[in-house]
């Protein structure tokens, strides 16, 4: 570092002596500084070099100062730079021109320009703005295998009037896009936004500019920008095809990666094997896709796993989704069996408060002796009772039958 600042050092001494001695040297400023919004949340700022100004034996640059929303600084040789950045803030920033490598030792003067902000106040604006993307399976699958959806949500604005309303807009690359699938809270107002399939490559380091302008009778609404990095965002798939094979002593879990356009080394994986009768939970972290685990077997288990994309492959985001857990071990039924039990429970349901309503009408024609022929059939009920055995996975739906059991009992009574 010392031997490289030495030289810089010399050369701009050198230089210096060198532009002293001819007295007519001048850097002059760069002319037509022009901030242009190109996009949502980016401009671009483009000059032109000062026609006037003497080259010589020179080489020369700009030095870009962004004022604000952020500050920054560079240099370049170029008469034009694209920055992305929100913008509801306005947009400053001033060039001048400067010898190469001299940085601020020797510049002209600055010229600058900026973009204003929009009006209305901030508490207008949107507030606590998310998005997530997730990829799902494309439909023109000619093109693409995955593509991305997108959804936001965000809260009104606290001094937004009752008839704001908002609208979302977002930009990846060159691609810009208006929301048309919104959310809405009791008042009318978009509080939500679902794209189902957008050209968004969860594979790329662009960064997804999103903007939320809006409309009301009584005030402006100021506009919002939020830039998100796709790896901050993006929610990894659960694994698919989850299995679990008990062997003896063991349990066998295997799994395949998640839909995703990264292939599968990129996943890293994290297995959860919960004890359910004495609550002990076994975390597992893993690159491959499958493990071994020893068990009692006495025990009944839930198995998940999620999935996060590693940073070989992309800057490592958050965990994915678990998938549905998958209960394995002795008294509980595979999770698979559940719509089995639903279904004759269902139909027993509705055979009991069939009967029960018949009971009603007899109890009916009992106490009021003289009225048309009953259609009662008391021979319905012991075929119901045979249904009512209770077993761990109806618990609600038998609950429900007593429950309503006990509510037609009371109101008999009340005759
Ligand atoms: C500055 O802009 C004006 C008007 O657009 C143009 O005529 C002129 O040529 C530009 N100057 C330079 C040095 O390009
Ligand atoms: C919204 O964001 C603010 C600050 O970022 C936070 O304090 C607040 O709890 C958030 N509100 C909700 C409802 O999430
Ligand atoms: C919101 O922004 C979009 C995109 O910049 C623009 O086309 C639209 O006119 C704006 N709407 C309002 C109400 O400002």
Request: glycine share 4%; net charge neutral.
């Amino acid at each position: 570092m010392m031997p490289v600042l030495l030289i810089l050092v010399g050369a701009s001494a050198t230089l210096q002596v060198d532009l002293l001695s001819h007295k007519k040297f001048l850097l002059l400023p760069p002319v037509n500084f022009t901030i242009k919004a190109t996009g949502l949340a980016q401009v671009l700022l483009h000059w032109d070099p000062n026609p006037d100004q003497e080259q010589r034996h020179v080489d020369l640059e700009y030095h870009v100062k962004i004022n604000a929303p952020q500050e920054d600084e560079y240099d370049t040789r170029k008469t034009e730079s694209k920055c992305v950045t929100p913008l509801h803030e306005g947009f400053a920033a001033s060039v001048r021109t400067i010898l190469k490598s001299s940085h601020s030792a020797l510049g002209s003067s600055w010229v600058s320009a900026e973009l204003k902000a929009p009006p209305g106040s901030s508490g207008t604006s949107v507030m606590n703005l998310t998005c997530t993307t997730h990829t799902v399976v494309s439909s023109h699958t000619h093109l693409r295998p995955y593509q991305v959806s997108l959804r936001c949500t965000w809260l009104v604005g606290k001094d937004a009037p009752e008839d704001t309303q908002y609208f979302l807009y977002y930009r990846f690359g060159v691609w810009t896009e208006e929301c048309k699938e919104y959310s809405r809270d009791a008042l009318n107002r978009n509080t939500a936004c679902w794209f189902p399939r957008t050209p968004i490559n969860s594979k790329g380091f662009e960064q997804l500019a999103v903007h939320i302008n809006g409309s009301s009778k009584h005030a402006s609404i100021k506009p919002f920008d939020q830039l998100f990095t796709l790896h901050d965002i993006d929610q990894v798939n659960p694994p698919m095809n989850v299995t679990v094979e008990i062997e003896r002593n063991s349990l066998y879990i295997q799994w395949e990666k998640p839909l995703s356009a990264f292939p599968g080394h990129c996943f890293n994986y994290e297995l959860k094997i919960y004890n359910t009768k004495n609550g002990y939970i076994q975390m597992e972290n893993l690159i491959t896709n499958k493990f071994i685990s020893k068990i009692d077997d006495v025990s009944t288990y839930s198995i998940q796993v999620r999935a996060a994309v590693s940073s070989p492959c992309r800057m490592s985001g958050r965990w994915g989704e678990w998938s549905q857990p998958i209960y394995v071990g002795k008294e509980r039924k595979p999770s698979v069996e559940w719509h089995l039990i639903v279904l004759p429970t269902a139909i027993c349901f509705v055979l009991l408060i069939f009967s029960l309503l018949c009971r009603v009408c007899h109890l009916w024609t009992k106490l009021f002796p003289p009225v048309p022929a009953p259609k009662s059939n008391i021979k319905e009920l012991p075929v119901v009772t045979e249904y009512e055995k209770p077993s761990n996975e109806t618990k609600i739906e038998v609950v429900l039958c007593v429950e309503e059991v006990g509510f037609e009992v009371m109101e008999n009574s009340m005759f």
